[in-house]
């Protein structure tokens, strides 16, 4: 079992910058691969970035590539998700997930695949 709490979110004018953390309990964090997905008002859960447990193999939504950036720390137990040049179309409610399967390659873009999630944090950008 994993439990998942993400901090960070809040209101930034367009073009700032946020920094989202979401730690995790459980001595096998080392072993997810972890993702990070937003939902938007009316919108359906989307798939924004995730990394790999073990290479640091990345994957981004192209709507967020080269401006966000994920990271992890195996010894805090913590996944990061870096937002800069945000948009409005950014904001919404941003969660992070856990992957158990320790399969070799990138990590899955696919939110079916991911066991568990935390209870999110929402992000507003203004414009």
């Known amino acids: 079992q994993v439990q998942l709490v993400e901090s960070g979110g809040g209101l930034v004018q367009a073009g700032g910058s946020l920094r989202l953390s979401c730690a995790a309990s459980?001595?096998?964090?080392?072993?997810?691969?972890m993702g990070w997905f937003r939902q938007a008002p009316v919108k359906e859960r989307e798939f924004v970035a995730a990394?790999?447990?073990?290479?640091?193999?990345?994957g981004y939504a192209d709507s967020v590539k080269g401006r966000f950036t994920i990271s992890r720390d195996n010894a805090k137990n913590t996944v990061y998700l870096q937002m800069n040049s945000l948009k409005p179309e950014d904001t919404a409610v941003y969660s992070c997930?856990?992957?158990?399967?320790?399969?070799?390659?990138?990590?899955?873009?696919?939110?079916?695949?991911?066991?568990?999630w935390g209870q999110g944090t929402q992000v507003t950008v203004s414009s």
């Open positions: 997930a856990a992957d158990h399967r320790t399969v070799p390659g990138p990590p899955s873009k696919n939110l079916y695949q991911y066991d568990y």
């Open positions: 990394i790999s447990w073990i290479g640091g193999l990345t």
């Open positions: 459980g001595r096998t964090f080392s072993r997810y691969n």
